[in-house]
């Protein structure tokens, strides 16, 4: 199993990115694949999940009607459309994936122990 992140860079504040995973060794289906991200000095914190087995979207609240995950399933590939984006986005971002039916993924979304699989992060700074 591997996730390989791609579209990390520098960008201004206000504005957009967009991150690439990319999932070989296993299919969607049933799995979450979830977006974290770490700052310098700051605990790895999770920022969207895409549910396969629901379809359901997680975002967390600083990132709401700014960020919206997506999936191309044929591409085996998940998205993190980013706009509007602010200073205090600038983290290294994370693509993250475990099995599991909605009912165990929707309380732990967020949880980074609950991930099995890690990709190595694309950097993302938003700075003037």
């Known amino acids: 199993v591997q996730l390989v992140e791609s579209g990390g860079g520098l960008v201004q504040p206000g504005g957009s990115l967009r991150l690439s995973c990319v999932a070989s060794?296993?299919?969607?289906?049933?799995?979450?694949i979830g977006w974290f991200r770490q700052a310098p000095g700051k605990e790895r914190e999770g920022v969207s999940c895409?549910?396969?087995?629901?379809?359901?979207?997680y975002y967390e609240d600083s990132v709401k009607g700014r960020f919206t995950i997506s999936t191309d399933n044929a591409k085996n590939t998940v998205y993190l459309q980013m706009n509007n984006l602010k200073p205090e986005d600038t983290a290294v971002y994370y693509c993250?994936?475990?099995?599991?039916?909605?009912?165990?993924?929707?309380?732990?979304?967020?949880?980074?122990?609950?991930?099995?699989?890690w990709g190595q992060g694309t950097q993302v700074t938003v700075s003037s």
């Open positions: 993250a994936a475990f099995y599991g039916s909605p009912w165990w993924v929707d309380p732990r979304w967020s949880d980074v122990r609950a991930y099995k699989y």
């Open positions: 060794g296993f299919a969607f289906a049933d799995y979450a």
């Open positions: 895409f549910s396969s087995g629901d379809g359901t979207t």
